[in-house]
């Protein structure tokens, strides 16, 4: 009997290990996020909340348009601008990106949109958010365009079209300046 469920267990086991090692079909989409203002002392008036968060590196569908979003963990590390529902520091947010992640029988579809860098586990972001009244939660200000990879000393813009403007520049001079207009 202990035999069987050893051999049972250990099925199982290959079954889901080999279900994490289905090859990923990248899909491009294709988002039109609005364009946020000029500079970062703009994009941070015009937010409603800004925080640094770190990326958990683990997603779900959104409840709203699950085949079209999917809300990205963050655990909040720092709040730059407070705003009344955002939740405390050390907190985790699900931020909602464009995207999606079907598993087939013999492969992972993931959709994703052009031009947008993706999030990497355990890196810092600065985050400019407004608070979606409708659906009663955070989104992104701009979509893609609102978030900065802001790890190893050097920002990265998430959406590749902001990258000529920020990206390379030293993250404690641009989170600085974010500072600067609480």
Known sequence: MLTRILVIAAVLL???????????????????????????????????????????????????????YR?????ITEILKLEGHLP???SDIAIPLAGSRRETADHVEQEWPLEVRHLR??????????????????DP???SRGIFDISD????????SQ????DGQRSDVFVAKVKAKK
């Open 14 to 68: 290959s079954a889901a290990s080999a279900s994490a090692q289905k090859p990923v079909k990248e899909l491009p989409i294709f988002v039109d996020s609005p364009t946020p203002p000029a500079t970062v002392e703009a994009m941070t008036d015009a937010a409603s909340a800004v925080v640094v968060a770190t990326y958990t590196g683990t997603s779900r569908p959104t409840k709203a348009l699950p085949q079209l």
């Open 71 to 75: 809300d990205h963990l963050f655990t």
């Open 88 to 90: 405390y520091a050390g």
């Open 121 to 138: 586990k355990g890196n810092s972001y600065l985050l400019f958010l407004k608070w979606n009244i409708q659906l009663d939660r955070w």
């Open 141 to 143: 200000a701009w979509g």
């Open 153 to 160: 000393g050097a920002v990265t813009a998430l959406h590749e």
């Open 163 to 166: 990258g000529h403007q920020y």
